[in-house]
């Protein structure tokens, strides 16, 4: 499978998209993600696995617990594949426009 693919796949389920945007407002634990959520830890986990996978998120060790963030390397990928879609269309208003210059 494809990064893409695997990062869209991990996104495309609504838990793993507010896990997500839940890590991302700040580091978090399973046991704190699992506060504001309404599934179980061990289905926060699985999610994180998932996440972790498609390298969204990462996590270290703190004690006993481990504790989540963004990965900035895994967003990388993912903005240079949104990027591609802006710059063609800058380039297509760019040709419009020059387009009705000429006119």
Known sequence: MAYEDKLFAALADPTR????????????????????????????????????EARLVRDEASGARR?????????????????????DQLAAFKAVVETADDS
């Open 67 to 87: 504790i989540y963030s963004i990965d900035p390397e895994g967003l990388g990928p993912l903005r240079a594949w949104l990027d591609r879609f802006w710059s």
């Open 17 to 52: 998209r507010a896990i997500f945007e839940h890590v991302a407002g700040r580091r978090q634990s399973v046991a704190e993600l699992a506060r504001v959520m309404p599934v179980s830890q061990p289905a926060i986990s699985q999610h994180l696995k998932v996440l972790k």
